[in-house]
């Protein structure tokens, strides 16, 4: 069975600091995984895709297959990154399994 | 770009009764549409899959007699909650996706409260 873990439900960083999302996976076949951010009073939204192997505001992950992780990082955290991130892992005709989320606060 | 919408925002609904959720893809053709449930600070739990023209895919647990799903446009799925008791109340978030590209779109969620 498929199963997502992110094991920080809450991370408060200073502004300008590094920040680190943890997400470890289980999953028998090929993983495709997936960062996915919630703003406040907005609607989930997709940060990142393993595959694209991109930056997306200032923010990268990558797959590690032997440690089954896709830790998202940031260098230089900023105010406008608080949220909700949640790490997902695509099944099968891309049925989705989240982790249940980290809330991010940065503060000034 | 690739907007879902949902339809309504919240709902209140007496016990026993039922309610309908809409959900749209409004400027994109979604071959695959999604259910998900989210409980307070909890993550998303995907119910069921939706595919135009096509029965419904319920995830294991989840009642298809309870939770009634119409996917009969490529634009347009529907979830009926059949007479509703206290405790299906929750958020309920739609997502949509174009065949051959693995993003999901999500729809904005309707909070639904049965009294």
């Known amino acids: 069975a498929q199963r997502v873990t992110q094991p920080e439900k809450l991370l408060s960083v200073f502004k300008g600091a590094p920040v680190e999302l943890k997400c470890n996976y289980s999953?028998?076949?090929?993983?495709?995984l997936f960062w996915y951010v919630q703003y406040s009073r907005q609607r989930l939204q997709l940060l990142l895709r393993?595959?694209s192997r991109e930056s997306i505001k200032g923010f990268t992950a990558d797959l590690n297959k032997g440690e089954t992780s896709f830790h998202l990082k940031k260098p230089f955290a900023q105010e406008e990154d608080s949220a909700m991130y949640y790490c997902?892992?695509?099944?099968?005709?891309?049925?989705?399994?989240f982790g249940a989320g980290t809330t991010v606060t940065v503060r000034a | 770009g690739a907007v879902v919408s949902q339809h309504p925002s919240r709902v209140i609904c007496k016990s026993g009764t039922s309610v309908k959720i809409e959900c749209r893809s409004l400027?994109?053709?979604?071959?695959?549409m999604f259910w998900y449930r989210q409980f307070p600070k909890q993550s998303l739990m995907l119910m069921a899959t939706?595919?135009?023209?096509?029965?419904?895919?319920?995830e294991q647990g989840v009642e298809k007699d309870k939770f009634l799903i119409n996917h009969a446009s490529l634009t347009l799925s529907t979830l009926t909650v059949t007479s509703a008791h206290p405790e299906d109340s929750s958020f309920y978030i739609c997502?949509?996706?174009?065949?051959?590209?693995?993003?999901?779109?999500f729809g904005p969620g309707t909070r639904l409260t049965v009294t």
């Open positions: 997502s949509a996706r174009v065949r051959l590209y693995p993003e999901q779109y």
């Open positions: 999953y028998s076949g090929s993983p495709e």
């Open positions: 393993h595959i």
């Open positions: 997902a892992l695509a099944r099968g005709d891309y049925k989705l399994s």
């Open positions: 400027d994109f053709q979604a071959t695959t």
């Open positions: 939706s595919n135009e023209g096509s029965k419904a895919t319920y």
